[in-house]
């Protein structure tokens, strides 16, 4: 199969139900490296089912799996390209959800290129109907170039300040720690299969760039939310290049009033893996 254009701007599904419960919050706080010094009191919240709150980009989780419908693209070729995560309701540490699914837009960046299609979810508290998250995704198919959309219109990222960071903070990950983060949703290969990394053109398995995000997520909220899930609005992020399992994260913060703008990048390597990071507090 491939993309067939305009049609799959048509896509849409409604009504997946999803849920999550405490346990899975702490697994997704662990797959983020989060709580692992048992003296740090901070982190402790989000592993303890005592007072437990959630890493905010667990939102973007909750419902994995909710989609629009079968686009065509390879997903052998597919990396995770952008996401942005809007909290119209801070995100409880259990809750049922009822996902709404649509594709707003695919580009095509060329043969032998790519292409990116952007999706966008809303989540609906189940109790209450109410709009609890809005999450706007792009996946990079790499091997779905020339499919004949448009080559423009694709909205611009968010772009960080000039000037140097206002702060870094270095965020080490485990060898294990794809191991332990897919367990939260998404079990794609790529990120556990050797074999397969090679097949898509990896040299190994490489990190989930949704455990990356969470780890800039953590970045914020350590350095300028004070560990406050309900202080966060908004975060996004665009990944820019692969990161392995092992790898030491340098998060570079921003901050601007409520806005912190924040890079991602691999010291050892000398390689930005995010860019147009931005998160909204409140
Ligand atoms: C809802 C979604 C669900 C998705 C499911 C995902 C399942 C997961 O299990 C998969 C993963 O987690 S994969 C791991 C995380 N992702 C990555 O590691 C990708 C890192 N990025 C790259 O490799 C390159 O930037 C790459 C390859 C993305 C692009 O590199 P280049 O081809 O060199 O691109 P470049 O020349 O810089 O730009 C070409 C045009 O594409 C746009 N663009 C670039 N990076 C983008 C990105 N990350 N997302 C969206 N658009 C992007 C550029 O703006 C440019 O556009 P234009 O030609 O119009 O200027």
């Not at 760039?209 to 997520?217: E, L, Q, S």
């Not at 609005?233 to 665009?238: E, V």
Request: charged fraction near 25%; include cysteine.
């Amino acid at each position: 199969m491939a993309i067939s254009y305009p049609q799959i701007l048509d896509l849409k599904n409604e009504g997946q139900t999803f849920s999550w419960k405490a346990k899975d919050t702490i697994l997704y706080a662990l797959g983020v490296g989060m709580g692992w010094d048992p003296l740090n009191d901070d982190e402790r919240a989000f592993v303890y089912e005592k007072d437990l709150k959630p890493v905010p980009s667990q939102a973007g989780v909750v419902a994995w799996g909710a989609n629009a419908g079968n686009t065509g693209i390879n997903y052998l070729m597919v990396v995770d390209g952008e996401r942005k995560i809007v909290f119209h309701k801070p995100l409880p540490t259990s809750g049922e959800v009822v996902a709404s699914s649509r594709i707003v837009g695919a580009w095509d960046k060329g043969p032998g290129k790519g292409a990116v299609v952007m999706s966008e979810t809303e989540l609906r508290d189940k109790p209450t109907g109410e709009l609890m998250l809005t999450i706007t995704g792009s996946t990079f198919a790499r091997g779905d170039g020339g499919f004949g959309g448009p080559s423009e219109g694709q909205p611009e990222p968010h772009k960080v300040p000039d000037r140097a960071p206002d702060m870094s903070v270095d965020i080490p990950t485990r060898d294990d720690q794809a191991v332990i983060y897919r367990l939260s949703g998404d079990y794609n290969p790529l990120h556990i299969d050797p074999a397969v990394a090679k097949m898509a053109g990896f040299e190994k398995p490489i990190l989930h760039g949704m455990c990356t995000y969470g780890i800039t997520c953590r970045a914020v909220l350590q350095t300028y939310a004070e560990f406050d899930p309900a202080r966060f609005k908004s975060h996004q992020a665009r990944f820019s290049a692969p990161v392995y399992p092992g790898e030491t994260i340098t998060v570079d913060l921003w901050k601007d009033g409520d806005v912190v703008s924040f890079e991602a990048r691999i010291k050892a390597r000398g390689v930005t893996v995010i860019k147009n990071g931005k998160t909204v507090l409140g």
